[in-house]
């Protein structure tokens, strides 16, 4: 049997870290991306696109939470 760890807000959160955006511990994945969104618009994050382009790539192991709040923020504003 093969075991897939699922993406989940936690995960994104961090990988928004790891990109030098500052979230606040066990932040939803709405405030994650809002939060990265801001941080987008204000200065760049580089790096942003990539991550939500691999992310998206990878929804049949993302977090339908995870997945709304990335398609509502980041997607409109990275196209």
């Known amino acids: ?3 897939v760890e699922l993406i989940d807000g ?3 959160r961090q990988r928004l870290v790891e990109l030098g955006v500052r979230i606040p511990e066990h932040a939803c994945p709405e405030t994650c991306a809002r939060t990265a969104l801001r941080k987008h618009m204000e200065a760049g994050v580089p ?3 990539e991550l939500v382009r691999e992310m998206m790539s990878k929804t049949d192991i993302l977090l339908p939470s995870v997945r709304a709040a990335i398609e509502r923020f980041l997607l409109p ?3």
């Open 10 to 12: 936690e995960d994104f």
């Open 47 to 49: 790096g942003l696109q």
């Open 1 to 3: 049997m093969m075991i």
């Open 77 to 79: 504003a990275l196209r």
